[in-house]
């Protein structure tokens, strides 16, 4: 299996996943007390070059999905400079197994697509990821969350980028409305 078919795999599972949803429980509430909606950043990604910006919205109680632009832009500190760029999309979905989306303890698969380029030349890479963590919405406003899994990533170009089973971490900042 290619990466391009694996990409275009779990993408379509995670653009289907609201919709699966929405078929086994009803819409949450509109007079909802708690935050529907985060817009995160991952502070140990952007560190290390890969920089996401997560639009998060709960479809019900049980699922959030979240999309949102990916860029690699630098190499990490103290490792050899490689000097390509990437830029994408990323795309995710997060189950929470006790109804509190999108605070609380989840499991989520996600992709990121994404072009790289390096001088004149351009490739195509990305990433599969499967996580668990957890997501604390604090004072309503205030989003801190933290998880960890495992992915396959092709973000390669010209022997440029890694390619291979790797852990996956997830941190994030943000704010929830």
């Not at 599969?128 to 989003?143: E, H, P, Q, R």
Request: hydrophobic fraction near 45%; include cysteine.
């Amino acid at each position: 299996m290619t990466l391009r078919s694996c990409l275009s795999s779990c993408l379509c599972v995670v653009s289907m996943s609201p919709a699966l949803a929405w078929a086994d429980e009803p819409a949450a509430s509109e007079d909802h007390d708690s935050p529907r909606w985060t817009l995160q950043i991952d502070p140990l990604t952007t560190y290390l070059g890969y920089v996401h910006l997560q639009v998060e919205y709960a479809v019900t109680d049980h699922v959030s999905v979240y999309a949102g632009p990916h860029a690699r832009l630098f190499s990490p500190p103290g490792l050899d400079r490689e000097d390509y760029i990437g830029l994408g999309a990323e795309v995710g979905v997060r189950a929470f197994p006790w109804g509190s989306a999108p605070q609380g303890a989840w499991v989520q698969a996600r992709a990121v697509a994404a072009r790289l380029m390096e001088g004149d030349d351009s490739a195509f890479g990305g990433y599969i990821s499967g996580l668990v963590g957890y997501t604390w919405v604090l004072g309503d406003a205030f989003v801190l969350s933290g998880g960890a899994g495992a992915q396959y990533i092709h973000y390669t170009i010209n022997g440029l980028g890694p390619q291979g089973v790797f852990p996956a971490l997830h941190t994030a900042l943000g704010v929830a409305f």
